[in-house]
């Protein structure tokens, strides 16, 4: 095993303070995106979560009902601009490969230094797909935890509609 010298571990530092730089520049992009796709429904679950926090009065009936056509109703769009979200995605990838392709071109030399300028030359392109993937995948991921929130309060309240039924049946 190779011993690390001061130099080495202060090189792996400024690396790591490079990546936290540019990683909260694109996560502040990131977030730009996904904001007005999402508000609506983080909005919502975060009416959801204060109801539920208040652990000596769980949801009425009522609040479920509402939570359960909300919901659906919220996802429905959500996953909507999740499709628009995914179109952009694919056209920045598009482009990221077409300024690659047309970059490649450019030069003459071995495919590695091609490769190698096209890939430095659409630098930002790549960064810009990488922005809209990411924001498709938590765009998509709060469709999916909303669906999963809907489902459990389907759950609760149909629970509740067997117990009160038993209930009156017991009469």
């Not at 990221?96 to 030069?107: A, L, S």
């Not at 797909?129 to 309240?157: P, T």
Request: hydrophobic residues 35%.
């Amino acid at each position: 095993m190779a011993i690390i010298n001061l130099d080495e571990i202060n090189n792996i530092a400024e690396v790591q303070n490079k990546v936290e730089k540019h990683s909260k520049i694109l996560e502040s992009i990131v977030n730009e995106i996904v904001a007005p796709y999402c508000k609506y429904v983080d909005d919502y679950v975060a009416w959801i979560r204060e109801i539920l926090a208040d652990g000596t009065n769980p949801p009425t009936d009522e609040e479920l009902e509402d939570m359960c056509l909300n919901l659906s109703t919220r996802i429905y769009f959500m996953s909507e601009a999740c499709e628009q979200l995914g179109i952009r995605d694919d056209m920045s990838k598009a482009i990221k490969n077409e300024v690659f392709n047309t970059k490649r071109g450019e030069i003459n030399g071995t495919i590695a230094d091609k490769d190698a300028y096209a890939d430095l030359a659409s630098q930002q392109e790549q960064i810009t797909n990488i922005c809209y993937n990411r924001a498709y995948k938590i765009i998509k991921s709060k469709v999916d935890n909303a669906q999963e929130l809907l489902q459990s309060c389907k759950k609760v309240l149909s629970r509740r509609m067997i117990s009160m039924e038993l209930s009156k049946v017991q009469r």
